[in-house]
């Protein structure tokens, strides 16, 4: 038996919120009222869930008790437009919190488990310095997915976001484990100072594509703005694992239709000024 | 600046026209300037400008880069590979920022071969496509000439005291700008808690404005937030905020009518003294007796 939490937004704050109690760990046991006084942050005053949510603890669902992350934690429902919203699902561990709405930024960042699944658009930092778990995003989110905050060495170290529209700067910006997959289109520097890991952008990715990239795969599926100078042309080849990955890629629903589990890459290895050892592939039959 | 003046044997202005904004900098700081180790000034010092225009400092320079707007990610990059002994291939990449690279070549060797080398920075590196990131880079390529030699970097700040908010956050939170307090301790995140996003979001609900005109500087989207919320400008001028702000609170101009201490873009503090008598208080005055008001009614 898992808990399934709904909570319905009455009226979108003017004010930016500091969601950070909204995980599913800080709902599993508790009862109505005790939900309605979790904590929030208005600005800078202290709110609780009851001033802005109507608040219904439902029967389990059984199709979230399917999932795996929602058997072990329960299911956190948020329905309504979370865009001023911030840090939803932040250091969630496990569960799975469904939003029907756009969030605000910071969603999922420092998640180590769970699943964030977002049926809108999300806000900047989205899984920033997150080390396991997935994200799910139908719409499009802001910049520095999977990124590192400013003065940290490492990004995002575990775990999967998969972005159905497009995505903005710094996609997977020093990046050091893990997958951020994005259907749409993304802005400058994508994968920069990226250390380990991988980065997928389905439509045109703007300018720096990998700049400063340590290790790590960066695949572009369609023709990028430029690629920097100081990245060298190996070879065109079939790499072992993109039928693999293109396969898990579908299963999340993010399909390349122009693009087949056999398509051919052209290998450019860099950053030269950081080692050379990353590789950007770049789809050359994209039908 | 000091160091430039008496050691520098290699100028490099990037993005920036110290002739016209500058205007002692030449004279006292840099190329022009004769010091302790560069007695013969601007004949013992080599000159590069690197600029999306000529200018005033690119005509006095010994060789001048004219590059097509907001590349300064790219040039500072394959100046790094050059640095670095990495192998370019003319054929690949055969000019960036749309001048050659035998150019860059030329830049990269002067670098290597100077005893000192010292590179102004202006909005023209700061501000293009990639701003922060660009100076990130460039902060790399200083780092990586400091393998064949000493070489700084330095950002021309514009307006009188502007680094003096950055000094005063650093000491107090340790960071520079973009701090936010709302939850009891201060945060960092510029983009997130930046002025102009901030505004663009429509997040504020109240303003203090001091000593700045964000009428005059920022765009149009921004202005017409700012109006829709209480604000509260403190300033000696009449400037394009003034005349819409709820509360204008006019004080002493500092250096001239209110004594206090100028951060110099180099870092280093000068105090200026009080020269005449004014009917205002300062901003120091007018800010104190702020906090005090609002500590009182805190603890009412």
Redo the contacts between chains.
């Keep these: 038996m898992h808990t399934h939490v709904k909570l319905t937004l009455r009226t979108p704050p003017d004010l930016p919120v500091d969601a950070q109690s909204l995980i599913p760990e800080s709902f599993v046991g508790k009862d109505q009222a005790d939900i309605g006084a979790l904590p929030l942050l208005l600005g800078n005053r202290s709110v609780t869930v009851a001033d802005f949510f109507d608040v219904a603890i439902l029967p389990a669902d059984p199709g979230d008790g399917r999932t795996e992350e929602a058997r072990e934690g329960g299911t956190l429902h948020l329905c309504g437009d979370l865009s001023r919203f911030k840090h939803i699902g932040e250091q969630m561990a496990c569960g799975r919190v469904v939003v029907d709405g756009s969030v605000g930024s910071h969603a999922g960042a420092f998640m180590t488990g769970g699943a964030l699944d977002v049926n809108g658009e999300a806000g900047d930092y989205l899984g920033a310095h997150m080390s396991g778990g997935r994200i799910t995003v139908r719409g499009s989110a802001g910049h520095f997915v999977g990124a590192a905050y400013r003065g940290y060495v490492f990004g995002m170290t575990g775990g999967s976001i998969c972005i159905h529209g497009d995505a903005g700067h710094m996609v997977g910006a020093r990046l050091r484990r893990g997958l951020v997959a994005v259907g749409g289109s993304c802005g400058d520097l994508a994968a920069y100072g990226m250390r380990a890991g991988t980065v997928l952008i389905g439509g045109k990715s703007r300018v720096r594509a990998g700049a400063n990239m340590v290790r790590g795969t960066v695949i572009l599926l369609t023709p990028p703005e430029a690629i920097m100078p100081t990245f060298r042309y190996n070879c065109v080849y079939c790499p072992g694992f993109w039928p693999i990955l293109h396969a898990s890629l579908a299963g999340l629903g993010l399909d390349f239709p122009g693009v087949s589990p056999q398509a051919v890459f052209e290998s450019y290895s860099g950053d030269i000024n950081e080692g050379g050892r990353g590789e950007i592939l770049l789809c050359r039959n994209a039908n | 600046m000091g160091e430039a003046r008496n050691r520098a044997d290699l100028i490099i202005y990037w993005g920036c026209n110290p002739v016209e904004t500058h205007m002692r900098h030449l004279s006292r700081y840099s190329s022009l300037a004769k010091g302790l180790y560069t007695p013969e000034g601007r004949k013992g010092r080599k000159v590069v400008a690197i600029d999306i225009r000529p200018t005033p400092t690119t005509k006095g320079a010994d060789l001048f880069l004219q590059v097509k707007p907001g590349n300064t990610?790219?040039i500072a990059?394959?100046l790094?590979?050059l640095l670095?002994g990495?192998r370019?291939e003319e054929e690949?990449?055969a000019a960036?920022a749309g001048v050659p690279l035998a150019s860059w070549r030329e830049v990269a060797e002067a670098i290597k071969a100077c005893r000192y080398g010292v590179l102004f920075f202006g909005l023209g590196v700061t501000q293009c496509?990639?701003s922060d990131?660009n100076v990130e880079?460039v902060g790399?390529l200083i780092q990586?000439a400091n393998v064949h030699t000493r070489f700084y970097g330095l950002a021309m700040r514009g307006h009188g005291n502007v680094n003096g908010s950055n000094q005063v956050m650093t000491w107090l939170t340790g960071y520079p700008m973009s701090v936010n307090?709302?939850?009891g301790f201060a945060q960092?995140?510029?983009?997130?808690f930046s002025v102009l996003p901030m505004l663009a979001?429509?997040?504020p609900?109240a303003a203090l404005i001091v000593a700045t005109d964000p009428g005059a500087h920022l765009p149009a989207d921004a202005v017409r937030h700012l109006r829709s919320i209480p604000t509260v400008a403190i300033d000696p001028h009449k400037n394009q905020t003034t005349p819409w702000a709820t509360v204008v609170i006019p004080v002493a101009p500092s250096g001239v009518a209110a004594a206090g201490t100028f951060y110099r873009m180099d870092n280093v503090p000068l105090r200026v003294r009080k020269l005449i008598e004014s009917p205002y208080p300062s901003d120091e005055e007018v800010l104190a007796a702020m906090k005090e008001r609002i500590d009182h009614a805190l603890r009412a």
């Design positions: 990610f790219e990059s394959v790094r590979a670095r990495e370019l690949a990449v960036v496509r990639g990131i880079q790399l990586d307090f709302s939850h960092f995140n510029p983009g997130e979001r429509g997040e609900d």
